[in-house]
Each structure stands twice: as C-alpha cells, then as structure tokens.
Nanobody, 122 residues
C-alpha cells in the first residue's frame, strides 16, 4: 500500500486557481486524482501513467486541469484553473491503478489519501 497525503485545497472564487499536492510514500504505474461532491458518487478527475507521463482527464475538466508529477519531491500535482462552483468537492489522490491500452482508466485504485476540500464560490 502506498501512503498518500493531499494538501492545497481551500476556498476560491469562480475563475480562480488552486494547485493540489499529493506526497506519496512510493509511486505505482497509474496514479490519479478523484473527487466527491456532497450527495454524489466519487468520480475520476485525472490520471497519469507514471513511466510515460501519459495523462487522461474527465471531460468536465479537460483544458482546465493538469496532472503532473515530480518524484524528486515524491509528489503528484493537480493544477486547477478556471475553477467553477461545480468543481466544489473533496479531492482525493489515488495510487495502484491498472494500465489498459497504454493509459490509466479511472477504475480499481487500491490506495487512497484522506482528501483535501476545494470550495469554489460564484
């Protein structure tokens, strides 16, 4: 199991930006960011195939969010720009996903952080 600790959440106005960080005790082939809003199911936001830096995004965040990695700092990032109220959620870092056809789907992640809250006001 990989230990994951998220940080960087907060409150921001619509149109603003935040950068989430996830410090990891190790890294796996597929890692990603997920979110869960109150009353909704958890959804995938972005994933990255660590070795090739191949990324995948949910349609709702394409062009606004960027996932990246810096293993010299044991850290996975999620840069979030042009934030909107519908981005309000608890954001979770995840590891242990399985590679499929050269990309990392949003399924079957085995390690999770505790989350960091992002609140976007209009």
């Amino acid at each position: 199991q990989v230990q994951l600790v998220e940080s960087g959440g907060g409150s921001v106005q619509a149109g603003g930006s935040l950068r989430l960080s996830c410090v990891a005790s190790g890294h796996t082939t597929c890692m990603g960011w997920f979110r869960q809003a109150p009353g909704k199911e958890r959804e995938g936001v972005a994933t990255i195939y660590i070795d090739r830096r191949t990324t995948s995004y949910a349609d709702s965040v394409k062009g606004r969010f960027t996932i990246s990695q810096d293993w010299s700092k044991d850290t996975l990032y999620l840069q979030m720009d042009s934030l909107a109220p519908e981005d309000t959620a608890m954001y979770y870092c995840a590891a242990g996903g399985k590679l499929w056809l050269g990309t990392c789907p949003f399924d079957d992640y085995s390690s999770w952080g505790r989350g960091t809250q992002v609140t976007v006001s209009s």
